[in-house]
Every structure is written in C-alpha cells, then in structure tokens.
C-alpha cells in the first residue's frame, strides 16, 4: 500500500508529444496534503498515515474537531484521509507532500463522482431497446416492459434494471497514463477523460496492477528503433 493524494479537476486540453502526436488530456490541480497522525502498529495493530487535505474555515469545523487541530497544532483541514503503508519511519507528522510522491511513475488509478443526470428512464440508463414504436403500442415504446414473474415468486429481485436516479456515483478508473506532471504549478495531465464535471474532487494513487503495456513515448521509441535496425539490415 501507499500514500495517495487527492486533487480537482480543471478541464480537458491536447498535449504535443516529440512526435508531433495530438494526445487528449485530462489537467488535475494536485493538492499538497500534510501528515496529521502517524498510526504505528503497536498503538492500533496496522502502520498507517494520516492526510489531511484543503483548507476550511474555523467556523465551518465543529467543536471535536476544533479541538483535534489545536491540539495537532495545525491549519484545519476539510478532507482527513488514512493511508496504510508498510514503513511509517519515512513519515513525520506537519511533513507536507504532494505531487513528487508520482515522480517515475507511469500509471495511475483514478477514482472520481460521475456527472449527476437525475432522474432517467431505462433506455438512456441501462441502454434499453425499447418496445416498437409502431401499430399497436401506445405511450410506452420507452418503456422497460415486464419486471419480473407471476405468483411465484411474486415480488421484483433486488438489482433489476429499471428507471431511477443515473450518475453521482464514485467510479475508479484503472491504469490511466500519465502525460506531464508540472511540479510547479502542481498540475498532472492524464492522458484521456475522467468521471466527473469540472472542479470535482478526484483521488488519486499509484496503480495497484502491474501494467505491462509501454507508454505513447515508449512505442513511439520502439518504432524508431524497428526503424533503424531495418535500414542497417538493408
């Protein structure tokens, strides 16, 4: 397990690479996270770091969690995060960390809120065909038709596809390239999309899968090399 971090998400734009290839990009804002709490194993029987992320006014934070930044003596926070790690020696808390906890790394997980669409019907929730829309239907050709049996079993199974509230819910997407990261500024540029609308919240860390397939640069080296060794055998 690692650290992860958590950031916003500003937009879409296109990135140039050497090769003159348009990639499209999601650009996350990351935000510098600091160490609250340093959990050891004999303390709670796991070795684990605690983050807190975004700042928050005093008067939004109830009176118990007044007391726990006073008492950690630090800025208060709106996110408290908990991460499990193996060696919590190379921690301390008031550390802040932030983007370079990504240098080197080729891929990562996102995890993110959908876009809310409210209420939808079957056909743009579950992608339904729908009924014909012809002679002998009336008013129902959106419909999702039959939704279970007869007496028996006499009631609709949990899970059944049906009309109901869409979007507005956290999605991870796995083994997401990353394009550029800007330590500067703090931004990361994601190749593809994202879940979510602008300005949303997303989590981000290190990918928990190996991911064996090469990165846009790394192909497009590979290429080149094909290339070349081709032209030398001629």
């Not at 070795?47 to 005093?58: D, H, L, P, T």
């Amino acid at each position: 397990m690692s650290i992860g971090l958590i950031g916003t998400k500003i937009g879409m734009t296109r990135e140039f690479m050497e090769t003159g290839q348009s990639v499209p990009v999601t650009v996350i804002k990351v935000e510098k996270g600091r160490v609250l709490d340093v959990i050891s194993k004999d303390k709670r029987g796991y070795n684990a770091v605690k983050v807190g992320f975004f700042k928050i006014k005093n008067s939004k934070l109830t009176k118990q969690m007044k007391g726990y930044f006073t008492k950690k003596n630090t800025e208060p926070k709106k996110i408290l995060k908990e991460f499990r790690i193996e060696r919590i020696e190379e921690y301390k808390e008031g550390n802040e960390i932030g983007l370079e906890l990504l240098k080197g790394k080729k891929f990562i997980d996102v995890r993110s809120k959908t876009i809310g669409k409210g209420f939808a019907g079957v056909m743009k929730r579950w992608n339904f065909g729908g009924l014909r829309a012809s002679h002998g239907v009336s008013v129902s050709h959106r419909s999702h038709g039959s939704t279970g049996q007869r007496q028996d079993p006499g009631k609709v199974f949990k899970g059944k596809k049906m009309a109901g509230h869409m979007g507005d819910k956290l999605r991870t997407m796995l083994n997401l390239e990353i394009i550029k990261s800007d330590l500067e500024n703090n931004l990361l540029y994601i190749k593809g999309s994202i879940p979510g609308s602008k300005n949303s919240t997303v989590f981000l860390r290190e990918s928990v899968k190996n991911v064996s397939r090469k990165t846009i640069k790394e192909k497009y080296d590979a290429k080149m090399k094909a290339a070349a060794a081709k032209k030398g055998k001629k």
